[in-house]
Each structure stands twice: as C-alpha cells, then as structure tokens.
C-alpha cells in the first residue's frame, strides 16, 4: 500500500504550504469532567485524540505562571491545561507513533515571554528533534550557529513536501506569536506573522464570517491579496463566541450553534447536514469556499475550530484537499 502522509497516499507529493491542515482552537483547554465541564473549554477532546481524528494543526495560549510557561486560558486562575512542556511531551509521543505525519503548532505567547523560553520547554519535552526549519536540513536543525540571519533561519517563502519533511523527520512546524527576538539557539521557533496572516477571530455572530486580513495589523491595512503575494500562508479562523447572560461581558464559546459553525458543506451545500438556506455564510465548509473565491483561487493553508469533532470540521479540510481519508481514529 501507498504510504498516506497526514492520512492521504495524495498529499505526500504536496507542499506543506499548498495543504489546507485543519485545526483544534485553544486545543488544551478542553470540556470535559477533568474540567469540570468548564464553560471557558474551546474543545471536547484532547490534543492526540484531536490527532488521531484528523487535526493537523494545535492552537493554544501559553502563559507565564510562577517561572513556569504553563497552557492557562485567559488567566491560570480561569483554567489551567498544565506546564507547556508537559503538554509538549504528549505531542511527542504522539508523533513517535504516527511517523508520516507532519504536526503544527500555533502558540499564543501571552506574557512576551523570550524564544529562549519556549526553546527549553521543547527541549525538555524531547520534541525539538522532530522540529522543522525553514532552509535548513533537519539534522541541522538545533545546531545552527550563533552568527546565523535571524531572517534566514526564520523566514521561509518555499516549503517541502510532505513527503520531504517526512523522509528528514522534520515533522513538527511551530509558529509562535509574537516571538520577539529569533532565538538562535532555536530557530525552529518561527514568528508567526513573518509567515502567516489571519482573518478575524473575535466573532459573537457566526454570520459575521469574513475572508478580510485582520493580523497582522499594518497601516494602511494589508489586503489578504497582497499578504499572499508576499508568501504569507492564510489562516481562516471560523469560531463563534456568545456572552454569558449573567454576565454580558464575559464571552464563552458558542456551543449551542456549533453543528452550523462547523458544518463541513457536504455535497457542496452551504450547510450539508442541515439544508438550511438561513446557514448560508456560517457554514465551515461555505466559509472556506468563499475565501477560496475571493482570494483567486488560494485556499486557507490553516483553518482554526472549536469543539473539532462537531461537524466533522475535518471533512471540510479533506473537500478542500480533494482527498478521501485514510488511517484516522474515530473520536469516542
């Protein structure tokens, strides 16, 4: 049989670039009885269930708690998923296990902690081995000298296959935003906004969805056609929240419309599971084909979810991919 990279035989000879990779928004921070169902969780399930499910790509905010960078939601006092590194090692073990497989993390770097930081929090998770650098050969990956260019080793406008960064077992890309300072000792740690631009994300009405460039911030504003013209990869963030009525300012994921938001479009409806032409514009899978439209043709690279397994919002990635699935895990 033909090996599947990331759960196709068909995407092994793609660039990683020219992938739609599907993904678990706030993924550490999960609803469910070891949170006690808190209000604050953006998914249902863990990071490697999410992986074996299909998601390709973990979004999480990191916080700085007691001299430790620690997965906090907001506040450590609202929920807390834990040390990074931990959560880092689970990551590993996962990728262990799934050697064709390429993984992305987006991490929120909330209190401007050094790239220095991050570094040794993958370091001590052992997962800095599967790291993957732009221009640079996987067996150099952490060895790169200290009088290396930041723009070199942290700027990429050409990306490998799948199948290349599988062979070198560059496995694992990692954005961080905002990095600061490029750490030399670790320039897998890429500054996100060097590589990639995001649509807007602080949605309370799902038909607010839009494909417009909201991060980075420039003036006068980037149009996502000139960010793309640039080389940065699109991000489409397709997340609603809702406020608490007790508590109008306080903003909680939209569970209640997720199986809209999520929608994938099945056979090519703007709301596949529902039929329902009120859904036109909040559908996941109409979401992604809209921008596709507007931007010439390009679909997202990224896309960010929550409660991944509603939909299934990976099944919008895979229309967009042209793929039938292979090798995924069912969730519970």
């Not at 370091?123 to 930041?150: D, H, K, M, Q, V």
């Not at 460039?213 to 000139?226: E, I, N, S």
């Not at 009525?245 to 997720?258: R, Y």
Request: hydrophobic content about 40%.
């Amino acid at each position: 049989s033909p090996i599947a990279c990331n759960n196709s035989p068909d995407l092994c000879s793609r660039a990683y670039s020219s992938i739609t990779h599907m993904g678990a928004h706030d993924s550490a921070f999960v609803r469910d009885a070891s949170t006690g169902y808190s209000l604050a969780g953006n998914q249902f399930y863990n990071a490697t269930v999410a992986l074996s499910a299909g998601i390709r790509l973990l979004q999480a905010q990191v916080h700085l708690s007691n001299g430790v960078l620690e997965l906090c939601h907001t506040y450590c006092s609202l929920l807390d998923a834990g040390p990074l590194d931990a959560w880092l090692a689970k990551i590993k073990a996962w990728l262990d296990a799934h050697p064709n497989d390429v993984v992305t993390l987006l991490l929120v770097n909330s209190d401007n902690q050094p790239a220095d930081a991050f570094g040794a929090a993958f370091e001590r998770a052992g997962i800095a081995a599967y790291a993957f650098t732009p221009g640079l050969p996987a067996n150099t990956t952490n060895t790169t000298s200290s009088s290396s260019s930041s723009s070199t080793a942290n700027t990429a406008t050409t990306w490998p296959t799948l199948q290349e960064m599988i062979a070198t077992n560059a496995r694992l890309v990692t954005f961080i935003a905002p990095l600061g300072a490029p750490s030399a000792a670790h320039p897998y740690l890429l500054d996100e906004f060097a590589h990639v631009f995001e649509t807007p994300y602080n949605i309370t009405s799902s038909a607010s969805f839009t494909c417009a460039l909201d991060r980075p911030a420039t003036d006068p504003p980037t149009a996502p056609l000139d960010a793309l013209a640039a080389g940065r990869l699109p991000l489409l963030n397709h997340f609603a929240y809702v406020e608490l009525s007790l508590a109008p300012q306080v903003l909680v994921p939209d569970v209640g419309n997720i199986d809209v938001t999520n929608d994938p479009g099945d056979n090519g409806s703007s709301s596949g599971n529902n039929n329902n032409n009120n859904n036109t514009g909040r559908a996941l899978g109409e979401h992604l084909r809209r921008c596709a439209g507007e931007w010439q043709g390009r679909a997202p690279a990224f896309v960010l979810v929550d409660f991944f397994n509603r939909g299934p919002a990976v099944r919008a990635a895979d229309r967009a991919n042209g793929i039938e699935p292979v090798g995924r895990e069912e969730v519970p």
